[in-house]
């Protein structure tokens, strides 16, 4: 068994029939399934959590479509060896070969000019890229480079396709399918796994591999008692990042400094990123403090800034300071509950018209049927407020913002019902 490759290797589909997960991508009439069935690919970027199929999908993309598979790491690979490739590639266009497909896992990692490298062989239809990236490619990948490729973003998989992996693997595996086993309990597997396929199947081969008998009996103790006390054999791909991430953030918004700056020292030990990092405290510094503390999305934005510039391992000091600050600061989401509120009504309620005295009237003719008419322009009132309705009509009255309980917010508060009454009177 140990010269056999790791299970989620062996598992790996060859087909779109047995791809897992993604039916918002390739089932039946899907965007990208279409543009797979017509041959007519474009270059792409793949988005989203680890695990959930993006090597394996360009992988199948390539099969399907009999197309030479190029596939490098933006890790260990530089300009030179992309240069490599598109000499490679360009051979094949002159010899009348298929298009070939560069895929290029964690392209979020490439500098611009190992990006610039790419531009001219994918305008000149030398080769159709596929990059795979965990971050949002708005940030990581220059905009010239973006606005050639289409950006489809992958989920972390269901709890039924992850429950058809297992099943799969014990039916179909060289190995697992001449044992008798047993999930009695299935709830701790997918909990460590976290939807990542690759992961639930290495944390599956571990617990097998731990038994010399059978039956195996998995129950979600037996799971846990193992796979602990076997954490370094099942992550050493990098996979914590995410749980790293999370417990960063979640000792922030916890208000607890020692959690948030223990954590932050891992990513750094880790060689992480600093502006990855710096980027989840700006958006914490809105989601999880909001106007609680405005100085917050100050700071974090110049930490962020700070960081571009410094860079390592100074802009260490940078991130302490910050994740310091936000862990003490007073808490508040009403901003982000106020916004998702916002947008469920505008779901819920479609495009419902402007009320005509708050809409612009440039012309004579906007301003004869009433646009504009009767609003009241605030400063021209008593302590610059008139009582005047914002909302559209099928909505007046709506809650929307309903500040928080900390200090500055509770002052907003005080301000609204004062201005507004029973509307802000919750």
């Known amino acids: 068994m140990n010269n056999l490759p790791p299970l989620a290797e062996r598992m790996r589909p060859r087909s779109l029939g047995d791809y897992a997960g993604q039916q918002h991508l390739v089932g039946p009439g899907a965007v990208l399934r279409k543009a797979i069935e017509s041959g007519s690919l474009p270059s792409m970027i793949f988005w989203g959590p680890p695990g959930v199929g993006k090597t394996t999908l360009a992988y199948i993309i390539s099969q399907s479509l009999f197309r030479p598979f190029f596939a490098l790491s933006a890790i260990n690979s530089g300009v030179k060896d992309v240069r490599e490739v598109i000499e490679k590639a360009s051979l094949l266009k002159q010899q009348g070969g298929s298009l070939p497909i560069l895929f290029i896992d964690e392209i979020h990692r490439f500098s611009k000019s190992q990006q610039d490298s790419l531009l001219g062989a994918v305008e000149r239809g030398i080769v159709t890229l596929i990059g795979a990236t965990t971050e949002n490619p708005s940030f990581e990948v220059i905009s010239a480079l973006l606005s050639r490729c289409q950006v489809y973003i992958l989920q972390s998989l269901e709890e039924s396709d992850l429950l058809h992996l297992l099943d799969k ?17 299935h709830e701790a597997l997918l909990r ?4 990542d396929a690759r992961k639930l199947l290495n944390i599956f081969e571990l617990l097998i591999n731990a038994f010399s008998t059978d039956p195996i009996v998995l129950t979600n103790e037996v799971v846990l008692e193992h796979v602990q006390q076997n954490m370094a054999l099942y992550d050493k791909t990098g996979e914590q990042h995410y749980d790293i991430i999370s417990a960063f953030i979640k000792s922030m918004r916890g208000s607890d400094p020692n959690g948030a700056v223990y954590w932050l020292a891992r990513m750094i030990v880790g060689g992480e990123d600093p502006l990855f990092i710096a980027r989840r405290m700006l958006i914490l510094a809105s989601e999880d403090i ?8 100050l700071l974090a934005q110049s930490c962020f800034e700070a960081v571009q510039v410094i860079g390592m391992p100074e802009s260490q000091l940078i991130l302490s300071q910050t994740a310091i600050y936000l862990a003490n600061s007073a808490k508040s989401n009403s901003a982000t509950t106020a916004i998702g509120q916002a947008i469920a009504l505008v779901k819920q309620y479609g495009d419902l018209p402007v009320p005509l005295h708050l809409r ?26 008139a009582d005047q309705d914002f909302l559209p009509d099928a909505l007046k009255g709506a809650q929307i913002y309903d500040p928080g309980t900390n200090d500055a917010e509770q002052k907003t508060r005080e301000k609204l019902r004062k201005l507004w009454g029973e509307r802000y009177n919750y």
């Open 192 to 195: 460590l796994s976290g939807g």
């Open 360 to 385: 612009n009237a440039p012309t004579k003719l906007m301003k004869n049927i009433g646009y504009g008419k009767d609003y009241k322009y605030a400063h021209s009132y008593e302590g610059n407020f």
């Open 290 to 297: 909001g106007n609680a503390n405005p100085n917050a999305l």
């Open 169 to 185: 693997a014990m039916r179909e595996d060289e190995v697992l399918k001449t044992k008798k086993i047993e999930i009695r309990e």
